[in-house]
């Protein structure tokens, strides 16, 4: 059975129909380029992902890395997948021309990145964490640093990693440990541990270029204290080339349940004197700054959990349509031809479910990327700091709701696929096990609740909640064009309602009943993921129900755009339906988790 990257149709459909991308066009930035070079780039990335990344995605996940004592070794098809990733320019695509870039808009990188995902998630997460890494030095490091590491870092010659998480305290990076001395001639000495660092050794670059959080020995206790530095792998001569190892050793591999091509590492940092190392920027300041990978990578893996189940999705829906098994209830003669299971009730049930939490997925992510190119490079500030305002506020749902729903989907499709869904010779196991490291990797689920409720929501007096419900109002209206739309307007309408009260009541509470308050945050933003999905399911349904109106609408298009509403109708009717349990829970303060003592279990 062939193995479909994405469906083209909806990457289409969302880019330029529903987020009309090719407006972009307009802008200074883009006035060279146009919809034709967007596909260009699109159909190269399909292809690279196709021959080089595709290729090896069953094979990187059974013969994971191995580490000899010295040096770590990778399937040689993982190298030859970053260089053709490179040598198309992906890993500079979004970089002005004058910086060797291709200037494109990020949109059109980040859906080039989902092919690359699509092929393999595991050898895609070496670009998508050089590509975090180069623009934290973009935009923090000195001119010094650019010059540096940035040309090796664009070329493919040197890779990059995010090092945050230590042994003793996972998420908890206001107790980080690791400490940065300094030395005479202003660099920095650190000696510390680093664990979970994806891509922290591999043998595919000539150097990695680590990013690493640590404190300047006597600097503040919390967040307060903490500096980024940047601590290569090999230090780097003034010319250029590599020079001497530096003080970054591989205390071993982990070994994971999914991702198993991606190098997940311990870190040993300065165990023969320190590992030299760069300060960006101002001392203290390197957690605010990290915040701008840590929110880019939370996007990504959005991204990649989506397309994770989207995969899922498109597999499991071409083994329902040529999988006979079974007859109809209605059918009582046994010797009857058998049907092809999308004839079965339930397992059409499941298949939409999947479209629903696929397709609305990879929306989620790149109307988050759109939102995060009109920040940059819309036409005024005001259109700017709106942008700005809503990626802030949804980016903890773009993170969670899809690592959530995208693993719902693929645990779908293995049931679509019945007994052969477990097995290993079909590849919805593996997307599964890829997509459950998904609800951890950046950040858990529990630790974006609480960033939404206990700080998003709470920015700027909360403009943002205000911004987005006034933007929801609007598409509601614009849905009232469609009799098709109207059944669909109640159920969003009372449940921003709903959002507006829940919100009120648990902030009502906080600063006399803060902990019981967060307590519950989890399910607030799974609510609030529904009623953000909901929106932009009935955004999808009013851009196809506009495709639907057109005279010279194609049977193939139709036939998309029927299937678009008839997901938005079992979004909205069955799953927004879900969230009225939850707000009881969370207005009535239900306190019977919180209030589960340690001496009970």
């Given at each position: 059975m062939s193995n479909t990257l994405l469906n083209r149709r909806d990457l289409d459909f969302l880019l330029y129909e529903l987020l009309d991308t090719e407006a972009l066009l307009d802008r200074p930035r883009y006035q060279d380029h146009s919809r034709e070079v967007f596909n260009a780039t699109l159909d190269t990335a399909h292809t690279i992902a196709q021959k080089y990344f595709a290729n090896h995605n069953a094979k990187g996940d059974a013969n994971e890395p191995q580490f000899d004592g010295s040096e770590v070794h990778i399937i040689p098809e993982t190298k030859e997948?970053?260089?053709?990733?490179?040598?198309?320019?992906?890993?500079?695509?979004?970089?002005?021309?004058?910086?060797?870039?291709?200037?494109?808009?990020?949109?059109?990188?980040?859906?080039?990145?989902?092919?690359?995902?699509?092929?393999?998630?595991?050898?895609?997460?070496?670009?998508?964490?050089?590509?975090?890494?180069?623009n934290l030095i973009h935009s923090f490091g000195s001119e010094e640093h650019k010059a540096t590491f940035l040309p090796p870092m664009r070329e493919g010659r040197f890779a990059g990693t995010m090092a945050l998480t230590e042994p003793g305290q996972g998420s908890a990076l206001a107790d980080i440990t690791t400490t940065a001395y300094l030395d005479d001639d202003g660099t920095y000495r650190i000696k510390g541990q680093k664990m979970y660092i994806s891509g922290g050794d591999q043998n595919i670059t000539e150097n990695i270029v680590h990013m690493v959080l640590a404190r300047i020995d006597g600097a503040p206790a919390g967040t307060k204290g903490i500096s980024l530095f940047i601590c290569p792998k090999f230090l780097v001569n003034p010319d250029g080339s590599l020079g001497e190892r530096n003080d970054v050793a591989l205390a071993g591999l982990l070994h994971k349940m999914g991702y198993r091509n991606t190098t997940s590492t311990v870190l040993s940092f300065?165990?023969?004197?320190?590992?030299?190392?760069?300060?960006?920027?101002?001392?203290?300041?390197?957690?605010?700054?990290?915040?701008?990978?840590?929110?880019?990578?939370?996007?990504?893996?959005?991204?990649?959990?989506?397309?994770l189940g989207y995969q899922g999705y498109l597999y499991s829906l071409n083994y329902a349509r040529e999988r006979p098994q079974g007859r109809l209830p209605s059918i009582k003669d046994p010797t009857a031809a058998q049907v092809a299971i999308i004839q079965h009730a339930d397992v059409r049930r499941m298949l939409l479910a999947q479209k629903s939490y696929a397709e609305g997925a990879l929306a989620l992510c790149l109307y988050a990327t759109s939102l995060y190119e009109d920040s940059r490079t819309a036409s005024s500030e005001q259109e700017r700091q709106q942008a700005f305002l809503l990626l802030d506020l949804i980016t903890p749902i773009v993170k969670s709701w899809p690592s959530k729903y995208g693993l719902k989907a693929n645990e779908l499709a293995i049931q679509v696929l019945g007994g052969a869904g477990y097995i290993r010779e079909y590849p919805v196991e593996q997307y599964y096990r890829d997509n459950r490291l998904n609800p951890i990797h950046e950040g858990t689920e529990a630790i974006h609740g609480i960033d939404i409720l206990g700080r998003k929501i709470l920015l700027n007096k909360g403009a943002g909640?205000?911004?987005?419900?006034?933007?929801?109002?609007?598409?509601?209206?614009?849905?009232?064009?469609?009799?098709?739309?109207?059944?669909?307007?109640?159920?969003?309408?009372?449940?921003?309602?709903?959002?507006g009260t829940v919100t009120s009541t648990l902030l009502g509470k906080m600063a006399e009943h803060t902990d019981?308050?967060?307590?519950?945050?989890?399910?607030?933003?799974?609510?609030f993921g529904r009623i953000l999905m909901s929106w932009l399911w009935l955004k999808q349904a009013l851009t196809a129900a506009g495709g639907l109106a057109r005279k010279d609408v194609h049977e193939a298009d139709a036939h998309f755009y029927e299937g678009k509403l008839h997901a938005a109708r079992y979004y909205i009717q069955w799953e927004l339906a879900e969230i009225g349990p939850q707000a009881d829970l969370l207005c009535r303060f239900d306190d019977i988790p919180f209030t589960m003592k340690n001496e009970w279990f």
């Open positions: 997948a970053w260089n053709a990733l490179a040598e198309a320019g992906f890993l500079a695509a979004h970089y002005d021309a004058d910086e060797d870039g291709l200037q494109l808009p990020e949109i059109i990188l980040r859906a080039a990145m989902a092919y690359f995902n699509a092929g393999n998630i595991a050898s895609s997460a070496y670009p998508f964490l050089s590509i975090g890494a180069a300065g165990e023969n004197g320190g590992a030299k190392a760069y300060l960006v920027g101002e001392a203290h300041k390197g957690l605010q700054y990290m915040f701008q990978m840590m929110n880019e990578a939370r996007i990504g893996v959005g991204l990649g959990a989506a397309v909640l205000t911004l987005l419900m006034e933007t929801v109002g609007k598409t509601l209206t614009e849905a009232r064009e469609f009799e098709e739309l109207v059944p669909l307007i109640p159920p969003l309408t009372d449940a921003l309602q709903t959002l019981l308050s967060l307590a519950n945050a989890t399910v607030y933003l799974d609510l």
